[in-house]
């Protein structure tokens, strides 16, 4: 009923930029907060950035500063702007959502997962 579809991962050298979106469509009632995880090569997903629906932010410690998260709500849109990038970056970036999914019989709360996009950061 609600997908998440990611784009703008790609290779770039260490110390480049790169931007991904991630964009939600479907019968979506609302959207509360939204994430971006990566997942590298043999290690356990872990959470990138998070932004509320009232724009409120946090980050893990290894991307603060050179990342930075946003979205345009009345685009169901969230975007990641990657900065100073590192090999350690290197991994699978996933969009994630809390949904509210309207409903002929009420809303519903889903948890939403994209399919992912895969950066890859050369030394």
């Known amino acids: 009923q609600v997908q998440l579809v990611e784009s703008g991962g790609g290779l770039v050298q260490a110390g480049g930029s790169l931007g991904l979106s991630c964009v939600a469509s479907?019968?979506?009632?609302?959207?509360?907060?939204m994430a971006w995880y990566r997942q590298a090569p043999g290690k356990q997903r872990e959470l990138v950035a998070a932004?509320?629906?009232?724009?409120?932010?946090r980050y893990a410690d290894s991307v603060k500063g050179r990342f930075t998260i946003s979205r345009d709500n009345a685009k169901n849109t969230m975007y990641l702007q990657m900065s100073s990038l590192k090999p350690e970056d290197t991994a699978a970036y996933y969009c994630?959502?809390?949904?509210?999914?309207?409903?002929?019989?009420?809303?519903?709360?889903?948890?939403?997962w994209g399919q992912g996009t895969l950066v890859t950061v050369s030394s």
């Open positions: 479907g019968r979506i009632f609302s959207i509360n907060q």
């Open positions: 932004i509320t629906s009232g724009g409120s932010t």
């Open positions: 994630n959502a809390d949904v509210t999914v309207a409903g002929f019989l009420g809303n519903r709360d889903l948890e939403v």
